[in-house]
């Protein structure tokens, strides 16, 4: 643990510019702005909705338990039918935005620390700029951008939006090297 006393600044700064520069991301700047549609004619979609009180969870349609009775004909016949996906539902209510980016600002604290950890083990203190910026970067880049590749394989993300959040935690690592190197 000796590693978060000595690299508590650079773990804390990084942490702060990722808040910032994930709310320049999705609230400022307009490029995720295509990434959600409108269902056709949602107002009866929300009714029929409404009607079932759906908990807030993840589903898929149509749902089937096993291999097996995916195979089965009625469950091929629903495939075929369509559609075919899936649903995110959250609680009833307005999202509460402060909540979500405090948990936002834990999970990024998070990250920080397990970067913080593996440059202390593969980084001597006497690292120089150019090497701390070149390793935490590229881990940084690797925590940022590959948890939301297989979104796009299992769950039919669209390429253009995972292209984006890539890019994205590209963005995301170069600032976390930057901030490790200065402070490091």
Not at 83 to 97: E, H, I, Q, T
Not at 107 to 125: E, G
Request: charged fraction near 15%.
């Amino acid at each position: 643990m000796q590693f978060i006393i000595d690299l508590w600044l650079p773990i804390v700064a990084a942490t702060v510019a990722m808040f910032f520069a994930s709310f320049l991301v999705w609230a400022v700047l307009p490029h995720h702005k295509p990434d959600w549609g409108r269902l056709p004619d949602e107002d009866p979609v929300l009714e029929a909705m409404r009607g079932k009180d759906i908990p807030a969870g993840q589903y898929m349609f149509p749902y089937c338990t096993s291999m097996k009775e995916m195979a089965e004909p009625e469950m091929k016949a629903k495939w075929e039918k369509g559609p075919a996906g899936f649903l995110y539902v959250r609680p009833k209510g307005p999202p509460n935005m402060g909540k979500y980016m405090g948990i936002m600002v834990v999970y990024q604290l998070i990250v920080n620390v397990f970067i913080a950890y593996i440059a202390s083990v593969a980084l001597t203190p006497a690292a120089d700029f150019v090497t701390v910026f070149r390793f935490v970067g590229t881990v940084g880049v690797l925590a940022h951008c590959a948890a939301g590749i297989p979104h796009a394989v299992w769950f039919a993300r669209s390429f253009s939006s995972t292209a984006k959040e890539v890019l994205d935690g590209v963005a995301y690592g170069i600032v976390t090297g930057l901030i490790f190197a200065a402070l490091w």
